[in-house]
């Protein structure tokens, strides 16, 4: 066994103390010889692939929106898997590999290492949070300090980290965090609402932990804004023996040796694929190395996401300007929508703003209203098959306020639809409206069913 990494750190420390060889020259490995390749981002690991040609592998991506994350077709490449749902979808968006042809392989915890602590005071006197990104840290301060509960911050935001984070998380009473590290209290038997920087779910409850797992517990799952009011509505279903009941069966489903056994079902299936043939192999680089070796292009992948970066940066520093009433906004190449409303699960792709996974999210920030707002969406549903249907979901500030059924037909149809948004759900900071989707009829189609964008419009009712 062997961990190829392009720069070494902490981790790769603690590997070689347990006996781990951790390479970070590709040069170190001629001549070794290995079963198979488990594989992440694809522009690190890229070298391993040429250098070992004929060792399959297996590629799992842990990211939804990143490009290096990015999912690649190459010959070494022969089985995909996904630790959320959301990602799968993406692989899938950019390989072309049908969904059901990806494994999904969910994010485990080591039992042994984390262990429940003592049952939680009740109310809650302790709280750990979590703080990867900082737009959430106030609203905890104020929230905890309300209802006289102490909370530490750990994280790169807060320039504070845990080198052992198992040793103190079954102290706490309440955990704030979100995907692995949400997953981790869990498993110490914590309550624990799924929140960061992006947005919130809220505490997990045995119902939520059914829906929210496949998601990871991470951007997929967050549903609407983190304010004041909406994590005391949240605090208020603290449960230690619910908690309790979650982490269970967290324990029981989501251990290191399940994970293991499903690792190495994959592996046994990449060494069982055919491979490539020589020209189709050859094909396959000479694409890849056209997508992601330098070249003055303003489609080049690293170039696009740099500005891209760069602009949203700029706009969070200024912070979204106020959405202007009566006005269409359109989801065009312009991207002057962007100025206005901030979207989370929609791809933009040849001039449109669209989305085939579970769903997606727009933010945007609205003046002082004195009345409630009529919110007109003008969009395009795609379904695959005339059998198939397409339940929608629509949520304000996590509230549902919609729901609908697309049905009776193939292909995209054109679509416009208008509902009420009540003035105590508008808010002068930032308002969420949440998509959500789910299959109701039909077989599981080769090609999921989605939705496209076409524009808003806000208007006084």
């Not at 959500?436 to 989605?450: D, K, L, N, R």
Request: net charge negative.
């Amino acid at each position: 066994m062997c961990v190829y990494t392009r720069k070494g750190g902490v981790v790769a420390d603690e590997l070689k103390a347990q006996g781990v060889r951790v390479e970070t020259k590709i040069a170190r490995l001629v001549g070794a010889t290995f079963d198979v390749i488990h594989s992440h981002h694809p522009a690190a690991c890229s070298p391993v692939f040429a250098e070992f040609p004929e060792t399959p592998a297996v590629f799992v991506c842990h990211g939804d929106a990143s490009w290096f994350d990015a999912a690649v077709r190459l010959p070494n490449i022969v089985t995909y898997a996904a630790v959320s749902e959301s990602m799968a979808e993406r692989v899938a968006a950019d390989t072309g590999i049908p969904r059901q042809d990806i494994a999904l392989l969910l994010n485990a915890v080591d039992t042994k290492r984390f262990l429940p602590g003592p049952a939680p005071q009740n109310p809650p006197r302790r709280a750990l949070a979590f703080a990867k990104n900082s737009e959430h840290v106030a609203v905890l301060q104020t929230v905890c300090a309300q209802r006289g509960i102490a909370v530490d911050f750990i994280g790169a935001a807060v320039e504070t980290q845990l080198d052992d984070p198992a040793r103190v998380l079954p102290g706490y009473d309440l955990v704030f965090a979100s995907a692995l590290s949400a997953i981790e209290a869990m498993a110490c038997l914590r309550p624990t609402i799924v929140c960061d920087g992006r947005g919130m779910a809220g505490m997990v409850d045995m119902a939520r932990y059914e829906a929210w797992r496949p998601k990871n517990f991470g951007v997929a799952a967050l549903n609407g804004p983190l304010s004041v009011q909406r994590v005391a509505q949240e605090l208020d279903r603290y449960d230690p023996a619910e908690a309790a009941r979650v982490g269970e069966r967290l324990r029981a489903e989501a251990g290191l040796d399940a994970w293991i056994e499903q690792c190495v079902a994959l592996y046994r299936e990449a060494m069982d694929a055919p491979r490539a043939a020589p020209e189709e192999s050859a094909r396959m680089w000479a694409q890849h190395l056209e997508r992601w070796t330098p070249r003055l292009a303003d489609e080049w992948a690293f170039t696009e996401e740099r500005q891209a970066l760069i602009n949203e940066v700029r706009r969070l520093r200024a912070g979204l300007d106020e959405l202007p009433l009566g006005d269409r906004i359109t989801f065009g190449d312009d991207r002057a929508s962007a100025r206005f409303i901030d979207t989370v699960g929609f791809e933009r792709r040849d001039g449109t703003m669209w989305t085939s996974s579970s769903s997606a999210t727009m933010r945007f920030r609205l003046g002082v209203l004195n009345a409630d707002l009529d919110v007109e969406i003008e969009f395009a549903t795609y379904l695959p098959a005339a059998d198939v249907g397409l339940q929608i979901t629509l949520l304000a500030n996590g509230v549902e306020i919609e729901r609908w059924t697309e049905a009776g037909y193939a292909g995209w149809t054109e679509r416009v639809r208008t509902f009420r948004l009540p003035r105590d759900m508008c808010r002068s900071t930032a308002t969420w409206l949440a998509f959500q989707f789910a299959q109701t009829a039909g077989a599981v189609p080769g090609t999921a069913p989605g939705l496209c964008m076409r524009s808003t419009t806000f208007r006084l009712g």
